[in-house]
């Protein structure tokens, strides 16, 4: 690449962004940054500071506190909170609900959006690509970024999918748990007033349901072709 870009990839939980973004980072040597992680840190801190998590300010008190890192290690993104690493602790589904409640939080998101436009901007300096992946990318944090992905899939695929990112950490629960809890983030997500869950207008949408990694990442590689940013 003749200039560092952005790509932002919104979408669902369960509908391959984390996946992708992985992928197409890999691919383009870019940073990858997992926004949700963010939230899930503060959800964390949050719950074992007993913190009532209905309570804005008290929530915002607490992230003004705190400190928040995605680092790169290896291949992976590993997230630390006031640098102890949480990486594997934060995908609990206590805290996944609960960070999930707090990004409904007006001042919290406009404070998380503000750390994240900061490491898009640190990555600009030094030279680097940025693939970030969340619920309010293409519209909040990078509403000029060099291509948009909106990604979905049917509920109950990304249900199954959720369900198997899950065993695979050791957490045990059941499928019709993890679709209960996937309608309600989706409707979370979708209703709540600021920054809601949305497909721009300059957005490419894939639909997951049927396709293999491999078959999304090259329909984004063939679309960042198509518009000669590789």
Known sequence: MDKPIKIAVDGPVGSGKGTLAVALAKKLDALYIYTGAMYRELGLVCLRKKINVKDEIKVLQILNKISIELRETGEKMRAFLNGEDVSNEIFQ?????????????????????????KMVLRAKIEGKS????????????????DLKIY??????????????QFEKRGIKTQFTDVLKDLEERDRQDTQR???????????IVIDTTNDTIDETVDKVINKLKEKSLI
């Open 93 to 117: 589904p206590h805290v996944s609900k609960t960070a999930s409640s707090i990004a409904t939080f007006p001042k919290v998101r406009k404070e998380m959006v503000l750390r994240q436009k």
């Open 130 to 145: 940025v693939v970030m992946e969340g619920r309010d990318i293409a519209t909040d944090v990078i509403p000029d970024a």
């Open 151 to 164: 990604l979905t899939a049917d509920v109950k695929v990304r249900a199954k999918r959720r369900l198997i």
């Open 193 to 203: 007033s600021v920054s809601p869950l949305r497909i721009t207008k300059d957005a």
